[in-house]
């Protein structure tokens, strides 16, 4: 059936929708450049609240594999925006279509869109609230999406323990990616992952992870005073995108909103310590603001496109965050060797 995608400011992109999508669908509108991957970029918790535009012109050409490739138990975006799905799939993994995956789902999605011209238009506004409708229905009002608390609906609701080992590094889940867990787990540890509002500080643990979650970093206050009461104990603690936010913010920092964003799979990112170049998996929409870092904190690695702050450490104490994802899922794995990092100082 004709549908369209409108956006807050009045633009309107045209294009077709499964005939039983009735209603209007919210969400922040976002883009995402990779060209595969579309899965792992559904299925992680960040995208909560979001419509999410694939620039890449053919969606779903290798289907739907298990949810054992998933990054969480579910697709978690408000909507989908495609220029082409791709009629038939083929992989010796894939269990069904990427069209029936997203209604079995419920996300719904529009196809045949211009996305070249949305995505220039949000890269000229910024990421803009927008909904998918039947044609020439247009919503009374759109939804503040900056004003929900998004980590309180992906995070685990108890704790959960993983592995065996000796070491046991607490995981603050804001929407946590399984490949960190696996990513972890490659070491011998043990891994508690805890809601992001438990209290872990009168606990026995020897390390702290802070994950991946979606929206504003402000609305985690409880997280922060958490971290805030962990760094006391100087013992290492390591972020990965949210986690950098809110290590950040526990020092007393302050964090902003980028224009648009960064989320593709082929982010450039320079460790200023080694002047070693790499290129990073990333979606995020914060950043932290550089002047506002305490003296005892430094830079650790920088975007390239844009020289938005990448990475952050303390100057002498076991603490370091990233802004993009070592553990991939999907995108390049030429970080993962900051896990390596992590486990070594929780041994040191």
């Known amino acids: 059936?004709?549908?369209q995608l409108i956006l807050e400011t009045g633009e309107v992109f045209y294009g077709q929708a499964p005939a039983s999508q009735k209603g209007h669908y919210f969400g922040e509108v976002v883009f995402n450049t990779g060209m595969v991957g579309y899965v792992e970029s559904l299925t992680d918790p960040s995208y909560a609240g979001q419509i999410l535009v694939f620039t890449y012109p053919l969606?779903?050409?290798y289907g739907v594999s298990g949810p054992s490739a998933w990054e969480s138990t579910k697709s978690h975006v408000s909507g989908v925006v495609l220029s082409e799905l791709a009629p038939f799939y083929s992989s010796y993994s894939a269990e069904q279509s990427l069209g029936d995956w997203l209604?079995?789902?419920?996300?719904p999605y529009i196809v045949g869109v211009d996305t070249r011209?949305?995505?220039k238009r949000l890269r000229t506004q910024g990421v803009i609230p927008g909904a998918i409708t039947p044609l020439n229905q247009t919503p009374a009002q759109f939804e503040n999406f900056a004003s929900t608390d998004w980590v309180k609906k992906v995070s685990v609701t108890k704790p959960i323990t993983y592995g065996s080992g000796e070491k046991l590094v607490i995981a603050v889940d804001c929407g946590m990616k399984e490949n960190i867990i696996r990513s972890l787990l490659e070491y011998p540890i043990r891994v508690k992952r805890v809601p992001y509002n438990y209290d872990f500080t009168n606990e026995d643990f020897d390390a702290l992870f802070l994950?991946?979650?979606p929206g504003?970093?402000?609305h985690c206050k409880e997280t922060v005073a958490i971290v805030k009461k962990?760094?006391?104990k100087k013992k290492p603690i390591f972020g990965i995108c949210l986690g950098t936010q809110l290590m950040a913010l526990a020092v007393g920092a302050k964090t902003y909103k980028l224009s648009f964003g960064h989320r593709s799979h082929n982010q450039p990112c320079i460790d200023l310590q080694t002047q070693r170049c790499y290129l990073t998996s990333q979606n995020h929409s914060y950043a932290v603001d550089e002047a506002t870092l305490p003296n005892d904190w430094r830079v650790s690695f920088r975007n390239l496109n844009d020289q938005s702050v990448e990475g952050i450490e303390h100057k002498?104490?076991?603490f370091f965050a990233v802004q993009f994802h070592p553990e991939a899922a999907p995108g390049p794995m030429d970080t993962t060797w900051l896990f390596q990092k992590f486990y070594e100082l929780m041994n040191t």
Do not use: K, V, Y
């Not at 209604?103 to 996300?107: A, L």
């Open 216 to 218: 504003d970093p402000i």
């Open 59 to 61: 969606i779903g050409n």
């Open 230 to 232: 962990a760094m006391a």
């Open 1 to 3: 059936m004709p549908a």
């Open 316 to 318: 002498e104490l076991p």
């Open 117 to 119: 011209a949305l995505t």
């Open 211 to 213: 994950s991946n979650g």
């Open 103 to 107: 209604q079995q789902q419920n996300i």
